[in-house]
């Protein structure tokens, strides 16, 4: 019998010194209703692989290469991409990574009537300011 209460008071003495060293890495005084200030361990958040963040890093590079790819045209986004495979290791670095896929390829056909829009309204001003400038 003696022996089950002294296991019994070491496990809870455990269990007191656990809590203990948790709440001493930072803990937050919580006064109840019944006025007793009883510390709440901070919630801190575990540091994991920003997956996320990747993932839309990696889309907005997609969306980026798409929109460019729209805006040049097939023709002229080849003819750049050959310049920048002729250049040196930077410039080969650059090209490996905006070489045309399927995914760029695809969104760029589906966005291409939107950026044709804003092409077009592009040269609208400039040969309105042309004009303008000509008086």
Do not use: C
């Not at 496990?11 to 007793?36: A, D, F, W």
Request: a positive charge; hydrophobic letters at 45%.
């Amino acid at each position: 019998m003696a022996d089950m209460k002294q296991d019994e008071f070491y496990r809870r003495l455990e269990g007191i010194e656990r809590k203990h060293k948790t709440l001493s890495g930072g803990y937050v005084r919580l006064e109840e209703r019944n006025g007793i200030l009883t510390p709440v361990q901070k919630v801190r958040p575990k540091r994991a692989f920003p997956w996320r963040g990747l993932f839309l890093v990696a889309l907005a590079f997609i969306l980026f290469k798409a929109t460019l790819f729209a805006h040049l045209g097939p023709i002229g986004y080849i003819r750049n991409h050959a310049e920048l495979e002729q250049g040196g290791v930077v410039e080969r670095m650059g090209a490996w990574i905006l070489r045309p896929d399927p995914v760029t390829i695809f969104i760029a056909d589906k966005i291409d009537p939107v950026v044709n829009a804003f092409n077009f309204l592009d040269r609208d001003t400039i040969v309105d300011q042309e004009t303008y400038l000509d008086r």
